[in-house]
């Protein structure tokens, strides 16, 4: 395996502050790609190994750093175009999976309110991928087809309890739930959220000005049902108490794959990357062990691979 002389450095990551919505409806939820994926297949080896913030300045890293390991260029589709919400956590697992196989790919986002990106499609929830003219659904099984089509990793039985598939399994039906009720915990922290999502989403400026109020206040009270859904009576201890739940699971490795990411390393990364500057991720990075590991796959899935416009 190819190994990448680390350098020691002293940087803060500039990353924007990320949310998602959890409402139902958000939850279920340039260069040619042959030019671009030629590019990053290269680039990858000469960037820099970028630190994220732990909370504090000068984070300073002395490691070897795995290089990644993208497909072969014969496995690469020609086309992927990924339907989305910018906040939605299970998007953001999937682009997770594509930017760390530096898998090029491109981004329709969808208006939440009118879908009318998606209104080809009997599926009316995202994400969507679209793999040379074939629709995948849903962010584990897309990934799970990618993983064989393009990887050629054979993806365990659905009956399986290898370590990987339980805890990609934890992450679908245990940590997307804690979520909601921290980052719409009170008022002001719903408004930061909504203030992300409405300046990145694809709405118009009348529904920005709408939904940012309207959804922050309603959300508010729709995270107070969740709380009583899943049976959580402290939001942020739920949340400091999955992720170290998750940071045991590691038991000393750097990833839960050990020396390099795995599946579940990547799915707990994508649903926890909206929050993680928000006050509820910053919280959470501050009070539990987290933080290495999350900066570490920070600079594991590296840069975007997404084909700009």
């Given amino acids: 395996m190819r190994r990448v002389p680390s350098i020691l450095f002293r940087t803060l990551a500039a990353r924007r502050a990320t949310s998602y919505v959890v409402q139902s409806r958000l939850l279920h939820g340039s260069p040619t790609a042959a030019d671009h994926s030629h590019r ?38 020609r086309e992927v175009v990924l339907y989305q919400f910018e906040a939605c956590p299970f998007c953001n697992k999937v682009k997770a999976f594509l930017d760390y196989y530096d898998i090029p790919y491109k981004v329709v986002e969808v208006n939440p309110l009118s879908k009318k990106e998606i209104k080809w499609s009997e599926y009316q929830k995202v994400p969507i991928l679209m793999v040379d003219g074939e629709q995948l659904n849903d962010s584990s099984a897309i990934i799970d087809k990618l993983g064989l089509k393009i990887l050629s990793k054979k993806i365990p039985e659905s009956t399986s309890e290898d370590e990987e598939t339980k805890w990609r399994r934890w992450v679908d039906n245990h940590l997307v739930h804690v979520l909601s009720p921290n980052i719409y915990r009170n008022t002001t922290e719903a408004l930061e959220s909504f203030e992300y999502i409405t300046s990145n989403g694809n709405f118009s400026y009348i529904e920005k000005l709408s939904v940012k ?97």
């Fill in 40 to 77: 990053r297949r290269f680039s990858y080896l000469l960037a820099p190994f970028a630190a994220a913030s732990l909370g504090f300045a000068g984070a300073l890293f002395s490691q070897e750093v795995l290089a990644k390991e993208p497909p072969p260029p014969e496995a690469l589709p």
């Fill in 213 to 309: 109020f309207a959804g922050a206040a309603a959300m508010y009270f729709v995270s107070k049902n969740l709380k009583k859904k899943y049976n959580i009576t402290d939001e942020r201890a739920a949340l400091y108490e999955a992720a170290e739940t998750w940071v045991k699971a590691l038991n000393g490795r750097d990833f839960l794959g050990g020396s390099k990411p795995n599946l579940a390393d990547l799915a707990v990364f994508g649903v926890l990357k909206p929050i993680r500057y928000l006050t509820s991720g910053k919280d959470m990075v501050e009070h539990t062990r987290i933080g290495e590991w999350y900066a570490r796959m920070e600079s594991a899935v590296g840069e975007p691979s997404k084909i700009k416009p």
